[in-house]
């Protein structure tokens, strides 16, 4: 394994980079919509429910792609969304 495994900087960058808007961006969303549950309510940077990381994600895709055109650039744009996931949680 590399040198930087151990240390939580490294290991879950790319989850706080998708937290940090998760929590500005769609979480409050999750709130106001008064409609969660208690896997919701414990979600945070270290959980490994990856339904619950895919709904983050597909909401931030509906915040700031809302028009989906980066879907286009694609011949397999759901591969897109795998692969992102695939790096959040390796």
């Not at 998760?22 to 106001?32: A, Q």
Request: charged share 30%; glycine share 2%; hydrophobic share 40%.
């Amino acid at each position: 394994m590399g040198e930087f495994d151990d240390d939580e900087t490294y290991r879950y960058f790319n989850r706080q980079v998708v937290w940090k808007a998760f929590e500005e961006c769609v979480r409050p969303i999750w709130v106001k919509a008064d409609e969660e549950d208690e896997q919701e309510r414990t979600f945070d940077l270290h959980s490994t429910n990856v339904d619950l990381w895919d709904q983050a994600i597909e909401g931030l895709m509906e915040r700031f792609f809302w028009d989906r055109d980066w879907a286009l650039t694609s011949q397999n744009p759901q591969l897109l969304v795998s692969r992102f996931l695939m790096v959040c949680f390796i």
